[in-house]
């Protein structure tokens, strides 16, 4: 059975129509906060691949979603720590895999539905699902609000998830 979904789609001019309707294919969930699925826009049968993982604590969810254009190849990252009473088009974020290298950036952030998005930066779309998929945990902050995730699973789903992008050639591999 298909489901309508609301997800973020990257266009082809570059800009973000957030939460377009679009029919969820191929739902898979690995381990407790890892999925990754596929989307159809339900008037162009443009195809979107989703890798995401998330963890809830008490009413705020962190989140890490990395989108793909099945079509144009366009991709983005995305990231919540949850509700924020912030109205600003930018905000600091913070991210950090177990150890490894503490990623800090400005990104431009969408208030209305509380995610920070970071568009079509290659070098940090590779290492983070390098690092996700050898990690145990990421901590995520966004603003002045952080909150973490089990990686538990990441790194099958993100076999499953480069899998699917692979025509793509946007994806160095994991070695």
């Given at each position: 059975?298909?489901?309508?979904?609301?997800?973020?789609?990257?266009?082809?001019?570059?800009?973000?129509?957030?939460?377009?309707?679009?029919?969820?294919?191929?739902?898979?969930?690995?381990?407790?906060?890892?999925?990754?699925?596929?989307?159809?826009?339900?008037?162009?049968?443009?195809?979107?691949?989703?890798?995401?993982?998330?963890?809830?604590?008490?009413?705020?969810?962190?989140?890490?979603?990395?989108?793909?254009?099945?079509?144009?190849?366009?991709?983005?990252?995305?990231?919540?720590?949850?509700?924020?009473?912030?109205?600003?088009?930018?905000?600091?974020?913070?991210?950090?895999?177990?150890?490894?290298?503490?990623?800090?950036?400005?990104?431009?952030?969408?208030?209305?539905?509380?995610?920070?998005?970071?568009?079509n930066d290659l070098t940090l779309?590779?290492?983070?699902?390098?690092?996700?998929?050898?990690?145990?945990?990421?901590?995520?902050?966004?603003?002045?609000?952080?909150?973490?995730?089990?990686?538990?699973?990441?790194?099958?789903?993100?076999?499953?998830?480069?899998?699917?992008?692979?025509?793509?050639?946007?994806?160095?591999?994991?070695?």
């Amino acid at each position: 059975m298909k489901k309508i979904v609301l997800v973020f789609i990257v266009l082809i001019t570059g800009t973000i129509c957030v939460f377009a309707e679009e029919e969820l294919e191929e739902f898979k969930e690995y381990g407790n906060n890892c999925a990754v699925f596929n989307t159809v826009d339900i008037f162009t049968d443009e195809v979107s691949h989703i890798f995401s993982c998330r963890q809830s604590e008490f009413l705020d969810e962190t989140i890490i979603e990395f989108f793909v254009n099945g079509s144009n190849g366009q991709f983005i990252v995305a990231i919540s720590t949850g509700f924020q009473s912030r109205f600003d088009e930018e905000v600091e974020i913070a991210i950090r895999v177990d150890k490894n290298q503490l990623r800090t950036g400005v990104w431009s952030y969408y208030s209305e539905h509380d995610f920070a998005i970071s568009l079509n930066d290659l070098t940090l779309f590779n290492d983070l699902l390098l690092e996700i998929a050898r990690g145990n945990r990421l901590a995520i902050r966004v603003g002045d609000k952080s909150g973490t995730i089990s990686l538990k699973g990441s790194a099958n789903a993100i076999t499953d998830f480069t899998k699917r992008i692979a025509h793509l050639n946007i994806f160095n591999g994991v070695e």
